[in-house]
């Protein structure tokens, strides 16, 4: 099956740093990627869609200039998170549809725990 | 606006018996219907989805749902429960209205499946 991957799989941070999240399709071409956050026990929250080569579109809430997002490639999204603060402690997801159908399953990375001190 | 219930927390039975993990969702359009399943410290892995066709879908696993239109649900079911499939279970909803979008989440139902 299609595998997208993360990196990296967990980080620790001080507070006021910045982050990067990288997110790899393996073996497929996506257009469009999706990020997620998931606290404790909880659902996973959309936060952005990753768009090749245009800009992201983020969701209501989410600040786009603290959560940086960046489609450089059709197999490459990346999540920074800028200045970050306790409250963004958190497990970042990433996902992607395979062969553009975005009505198709999509495939899930294994997530970013990210611990800001 | 597009919505998925999962009205139970967690459910619990022992193995061997049939489980049930229930779903229901809004959607302005005709739904596109997804199950994940999530163990600790992994990603989503995909379970099985239903588009259009028959209403009984099979999945990995040995798991099935059943699309019911009037009830607007979609329960994950499985005849005989492993202790191995105890972990959170999502389902997921995708307006086909809403081309383009990311999938909507319910809160997740934790599974445990005791021996």
């Known amino acids: 099956g299609a595998v997208v991957s993360q990196h990296p799989s967990r980080v620790i941070c001080k507070s006021g740093t910045s982050v990067k999240i990288e997110c790899r399709s393996l073996?497929?071409?996506?257009?469009?990627m999706f990020w997620y956050r998931q606290f404790p026990k909880q659902s996973l929250m959309l936060m952005a869609t990753?768009?090749?080569?245009?800009?992201?579109?983020?969701e209501q809430g989410v600040e786009k200039d603290k959560f940086l997002i960046n489609h450089a490639s059709l197999t490459l999204s990346t999540l920074t998170v800028t200045s970050a603060h306790p409250e963004d402690s958190s497990f970042y997801i990433c996902?992607?549809?395979?062969?553009?159908?975005?009505?198709?399953?999509?495939?899930f990375g294994p997530g970013t725990r990210l611990t800001v001190l | 606006a597009q919505s998925v219930a999962q009205p139970e927390d967690q459910v619990n039975v022992a193995e061997g018996n049939p489980l049930t993990v229930k779903c229901t969702y809004s959607?302005?359009?005709?739904?596109?219907l997804f199950w994940y399943v999530q163990y600790p410290n992994r990603g989503l892995q995909f379970l099985l989805k239903?588009?259009?066709?028959?209403?009984l879908v099979k999945g990995s696993y040995g798991f099935e749902a059943e699309f019911n239109k009037s009830q607007t649900s979609f329960h994950l079911k499985k005849p005989s429960a492993l202790v191995s499939d105890s972990a959170l279970y999502f389902c997921?909803?995708?307006?086909?209205?809403?081309?383009?979008?990311?999938?909507?989440f319910g809160k997740g139902t934790t599974l445990s499946v005791s021996s």
């Open positions: 959607v302005s359009g005709n739904p596109y």
């Open positions: 239903y588009i259009t066709g028959d209403n």
């Open positions: 073996d497929f071409q996506a257009t469009t």
């Open positions: 996902s992607a549809p395979r062969g553009g159908d975005l009505y198709n399953e999509q495939f």
């Open positions: 990753s768009n090749e080569g245009s800009k992201a579109t983020y």
């Open positions: 997921a909803v995708r307006d086909d209205n809403q081309a383009g979008t990311a999938l909507i």
